[in-house]
């Protein structure tokens, strides 16, 4: 069995039940032309007690499939949206 993947990145939507839409970034260097990119992606975790709300930050871990988009689990909450807005954007992630 390998490691499994985990991610720091902000809840984008919690409108579902039991599921949060996470967004998280990462930096990769253009091949040709050497400029750093800026690169999201967008992982559906399942929040089973639904602590994590908008705005959080929160750390998501891969998982078994729990439905056709679910593959992560929502581990914890690293910081509020009250305690992350005040914080500047390259600080969070």
């Known amino acids: 069995m390998g490691k499994q993947k985990e991610f720091t990145g902000v809840v984008v939507s919690d409108k579902m039940q039991k599921t949060v839409v996470v967004k998280t970034m990462h930096l990769s260097r253009h091949t040709k032309y ?3 990119i800026r690169m999201h992606n ?7 007690k639904g602590i994590a709300k908008s705005g959080d930050i929160v750390r998501i871990v891969e998982s078994r499939p729990l439905s056709k988009d679910k593959r992560f689990i929502v581990k914890e909450v690293v910081k509020k949206f009250h305690e992350a ?3 500047a954007p390259e600080e969070i992630l």
């Open 34 to 36: 050497s400029k750093t």
């Open 42 to 48: 967008k992982f559906k975790a399942h929040d089973e």
């Open 85 to 87: 807005k005040i914080a």
